[in-house]
DNA sequence: GTTGAAATAACCCTTTTGGGTCAGAACTTC
DNA sequence: GAAGTTCTGACCCAAAAGGGTTATTTCAAC
């Protein structure tokens, strides 16, 4: 199995390489200080994982997943790095890393990842993993609530839908006159004075989940 | 460290109790078949870490899960299940599960998982990670291009703040009669018939980005 | 058993919207 | 310079939307 670094760190480098190189199912076939021309040195060495560092000069990590995820999909990336950049987590997740280990973990667990990567799965230092968790979370948050009634609830999720006046009438089987009566309750209700308003607060606010 | 656990399947129930119950660290405090009244059970056993399996016939984990983060926000909680269902992977999740495991890995790996949660950390099988990764990278995919020009998608975006024609046109610095005529485009490109509509259609299919 | 909230419905009215059609100006591309 | 796209603007017209007012019914709560 190929591997390749990328770390601006020269120390830090070598200690990965000979950690690596210590095993005989792993060879290192590239290692470089930054990203810079980072497509043609990966068509050079062919590796199957590559290890890379965030925070390098000039060209960095999130450059780098980018370039290479977008021509290569299989190659696995593992992240390196300090962790102290929530955004460029999650770029660099958006971009297809498939692991993400922090420098302070055991050099081990460095090494566990590479081969759970290539089997497929998605190696984390418990940090990040946390951190991953926590955005799921997130969403289930009571955001703002306007006091809609299940009814009002039930129009306005139709209104988005593209429904006329009419059409949420028929479906409610409800009078025109008592649709309009709902929307009027919940245009006060958002302080909105349109339908398009409307639309845009429930759906970025996720008023109409439950 | 008080241990609890919620399983339907009595012999693996026992195998869990057995293989956390051999170490000196751990204490099972609470075992059950599924979570019915678990608020109460939870109650009386104060566990430190709950262990959760999803299946269970009349009240599952799913519901478990909702009602204990609920109330006891410290309280870990393990997920234990076989898995095949994304749905209520991510629901579990979203209610605040701290850890993710499959019955098919090693025990070995529960019990690390243990230590892991009461430490802070997320464990998660590799499967499930790389499934709650895929989630990040779903998300930077072209979804669909309607071709919308760049003004069209100023106008557009400016509907979907609640802007009527008129305000669109003083923002613009352009006529009604051509935030109108920009705006009939738009419909016709995005296939929809109303203001409502496209302004649904922007922001759930992220139409507006760059 | 009355108070109150929610849902239903009707009337008024003006403004806004959405569809049709037509057309000139500005700009790039070939 | 011809062709194509984009942005601009206009007119007509019917339908829809949005705001105001008032009122009945239902149903749970106190």
Redesign the interface.
């Known amino acids: 199995m190929k591997i390749s670094i990328y770390e601006d760190n020269d120390k830090l480098r070598e200690l990965i390489e000979m950690l690596i190189g210590s095993s005989n199912e792993f060879k290192v076939v590239g290692s470089y200080h930054n990203t810079h021309d980072i497509l043609n040195k990966v068509i050079q060495d062919q590796p199957d994982v590559i290890i890379m560092d965030i925070d390098m000069p000039e060209h960095d990590g999130v450059e780098g997943v980018q370039i290479i995820k977008q021509k290569f999909h299989d190659i696995k990336i593992i992240m390196h790095t300090v962790f102290d950049d929530d955004d460029r987590l ?1 770029t660099c ?6 692991g993400y280990i922090l420098k302070k973990d055991a050099p081990t667990l460095l090494f566990n990842a590479i081969k ?1 990567v290539s ?6 230092s ?2 990040i ?2 951190r ?2 926590q955005t ?2 997130k ?2 948050k009571p955001l703002n609530d306007y006091h809609l009634t299940d009814r009002e609830k039930e129009i306005l999720e139709l ?4 429904f ?1 006046y009419r059409m949420i009438g028929i479906a409610c089987k409800i009078s025109i006159e008592t649709v309009r009566r709902h929307l009027k309750n919940i245009y006060q209700k958002l302080h ?10 429930a ?2 606010e996720q008023l109409l989940k439950n």
């Open positions: 999650f997740l958006q971009h297809g890393a498939d759970e089997a497929g799965g998605a190696p984390m418990s940090d993993a946390r991953v968790l799921f979370r969403s289930d209104l988005t839908k593209g006329t909105v004075q349109s339908g398009t308003e409307a639309v845009a607060k759906v970025t």
